[in-house]
Structures are given as C-alpha cells and as structure tokens.
C-alpha cells in the first residue's frame, strides 16, 4: 500500500486504534483539532502565525512569480516604520531586499528588451552573439534571485527564532 492509501484509510477509519497506533502523528494533525503535532518545534509554531514569516514566503514565491514579489514590497514598505523591534527589523531587511531585487530585475528586463529591439539578429553570427547575451543576462537573474533566495531563508531562520537582524540595512548575503 502507498503511504497515501494508508493515510487515507486512517483518516477515514478514525475509531481504529490500530491505525492510529500505526501512524500516531495522524492522529495528533487530522483528528485531534487541539492543537499543533507534538513533532513540531517551537520554532516552527512561531514561524507559523508570523506575518513576517509570510512575508519572507511572498518573497520567495516572488522569485518565481513576480508579482508576489510587488505585493511583499508593498507590505513591508507599509510595516517597516513600525516601532522599534523584531518585526521592525525584519521589515526593513525585506523592503531592502525586495527593492533591491526588483530593480535588479528590471534592469535585466530592460537590458534584454534593448538587445531584442537594437540589436536585431540578421546573421546567424549576430543570432548567436545575442543568445549569449541573453545567457549572461540569465545568469545574472539567476544570481539575484540566489541572493534572495539565501536573505529570505536566513531572514525566516531569524524570525522564527525571536531573534532581530542587528543591521536590517544591510547588503550583506548573510545577515546577523
């Protein structure tokens, strides 16, 4: 049996104790609507009911669709003038990040709408100089969005853990 047929034969055997002893975590997550899984740590039930937490997912999404990037902008552009603190902190680490990575990719954006439009491929000599540009751009675009990628996970880390980033104004990859 896969693991979702037995999951899903539990769950619908819910007076069984054989398959709650079988899979004890089923029972803590779907029938027992008390609380949070035993297995979680602390960690993670502050990261939960966090909107900092759910910003830095905006972000990370925003990566892969931008205009979830936009709206994690906005948000912690409104949240980073709140009183000193936590929140405040990781707020203003998220609009320097999301501003800084906005208009990194716009340039690139730009930059390739350029080359498409004055820099038209005649030869197959000028097509295959324009493919690597655009492959370098690519690779640039990749770059942002590690340093994005690796700010947001350090920044979640950070916020799940209570602790504030020293120096929100910070570039560096790797905030403390």
Request: proline residues 3%; charged residues 15%.
């Amino acid at each position: 049996m896969t693991f979702l047929s037995l999951a899903a034969g539990s769950f619908a055997l819910k007076g069984r104790a054989k398959d709650l002893a079988t899979f004890p975590w089923l029972h803590d997550r779907f029938l027992n609507k008390e609380g949070v899984s035993g297995m979680e740590s602390s960690i993670d039930r502050a990261a939960n009911g966090s909107a900092v937490a759910r910003n830095y997912a905006f972000v990370l999404i925003g990566g892969i669709v931008l205009p979830f990037m936009a709206f994690a902008h906005f948000i912690a552009r409104k949240r980073r003038d709140q009183p000193a603190g936590l929140e405040q902190s990781h707020y203003a680490f998220q609009y320097r990040t999301t501003s800084l990575a906005l208009i990194g990719l716009l340039a690139v954006t730009l930059v390739a709408t350029a080359i498409m439009i004055w820099m038209p491929s005649q030869t197959v000599v000028q097509h295959r100089q324009q493919e690597m540009w655009f492959i370098q751009l690519g690779n640039i675009s990749w770059l942002v969005m590690l340093w994005i990628a690796v700010r947001c996970i350090r920044g979640l880390y950070l916020s799940a853990a209570g602790r504030a980033i020293q120096h929100p104004k910070t570039l560096w990859i790797w905030p403390q």
